[in-house]
């Protein structure tokens, strides 16, 4: 089981949530690795899941940033509503918000096998990853 590793930095189980308040921000960093296989959740807010480079590459292979397929990353917009001085509700919609994936090295992953492995910026200099992944 993937997601059963003990040893990551940040693990978020299967069926587990965490959710912020309006325009909140949920910010995992760690040297090493990032499971996720529950919900994180920040309306109008932001969500910022990073790796660090240490700069120890003895467990760079271990290293990684792993989204499960219960994995759910949601930084939808929302609504804040108040009650004016006549009693009036008004408010106002907050735009989405922002989730980042960001890993100073790592590897592209698809379908279970590495593809390409570099640093960070090096990544997403590398036309292939803009064209296939960021839409660039």
């Known amino acids: 089981d993937l997601l059963g590793d003990a040893s990551a930095s940040i693990v978020v189980e299967r069926g587990a949530s965490i959710a912020t308040t309006l325009g909140g921000s949920i910010d995992f960093t760690a040297p090493d690795r990032i499971f996720v296989d529950g919900a994180l959740s920040a309306r109008a807010g932001e969500i910022d899941l990073h790796l660090v480079d240490v700069g120890d590459d003895v467990g760079f292979r271990q290293q990684g940033i792993w989204l499960g397929d219960g ?3 949601v930084a939808t917009g929302g609504d804040r509503v108040v009650l004016n001085a006549e009693g009036l509700r008004t408010g106002e919609v907050l735009p989405g918000g922002t989730v ?6 790592g590897y592209v992953i698809e379908t279970g ?6 640093s960070g910026p090096a990544l997403l200099a590398d036309e292939r990853v803009k064209a296939a992944y960021l839409g660039i």
């Open 71 to 73: 994995a759910s990353l």
């Open 100 to 105: 980042s994936l960001q890993a100073d090295r």
């Open 113 to 118: 096998r590495i593809t390409m492995h570099d």
